[in-house]
């Protein structure tokens, strides 16, 4: 699978076939690397899967990836947005202001961007700091986590539900709601080709980062939602996956067994991580011992912050399955496996 992990540098637009293409846009600065934006042609003008990070170079490289495929940016109907983040709906505003497309996204995606906008940088930033020190991070790590904020998405113009026919005149393509990566997530199924265009949900070799935020919150369960979701989308069959990131893969059902499995390992450790601790631990201390793809000391600032949103996640998930408990009293809140 090593072997099909190429830089920026070595994506193409390439023609998929059906009548969609897949034009790779960069996301400069992260190790991702880059989006996958797909169009998808009708008769009534291409519609947009996604449209990147904002930034010059990325705008340069949709413009030109999609003139490869032989499509004017002023003609683009829409842009599908699969989830709000960044890297996904980020040129979404641009495109709209070059071709008066639409943009669609999900109703509780919707109602983010909507906060984002309102709350404004130093609302958002306080937001962010006060629930840093609710999970028991340092002054420090507060500081460093909340220093860098992305400018907030386009208000997209309709709201998608779970089921929707996505405006595209000549095809099939249905809104399936799969929240977890973010609550307003969807894939999009190209019914009339059985193919399923997977944003962050389903990567061939990565998983989506999947965090509880506030860390604290008992209201929600993302992990719980995204296993759900992911049984959701092995549901409607073998489907060829066009995602988001990394590249095109032939079986949508199987990496979806991986990938849940991997997720029910994790918290069987957390578990066992919880045991072993023999006191309550904070989200903090949790995350402190679990495993990363690199030792705990060595993540940089923001990563700490995504590392302690998973590890909430995950001691949620265990909460609601009334593996875990939090001790009542608390200030940061603490997690002790049910006696
Ligand atoms: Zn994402
Ligand atoms: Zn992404």
Redesign the pocket.
Known sequence: MKSRRRPYSEQRPIDTGGGVWSVPVPIPGNPLGYTLVYAIESPAGPVLVDAGWNHPEAWQALRDGLAAAGIDVREVRGVVVT?F?P??AGLAGRVREESGAWIAMHEADLALVKLIRDAGDGVHRAFQADMLRRAGAGVVEVEEVTAEQPRPPALPDLALRDGDLIDLPGRRLRTVWTPG??PGHVCLHLEDAGRLFT??HVLPAIT??IGVYPYDRTDVDPLGDFLESLEKVADLGELEALPAHEWIFQDTAARVTEIRTHHEDRLVRLAALLAEAGEPLTIWETAGRMTWNRPWEELPAVLRGMAAGEAAAHLRTLEVRGVVRRTPGMDPVRFALHS
Request: net charge negative; charged share 20%; proline share 10%.
């Open positions: 989830h983040h890297d996904h990566h973010t944003g962050d989506p980062h």
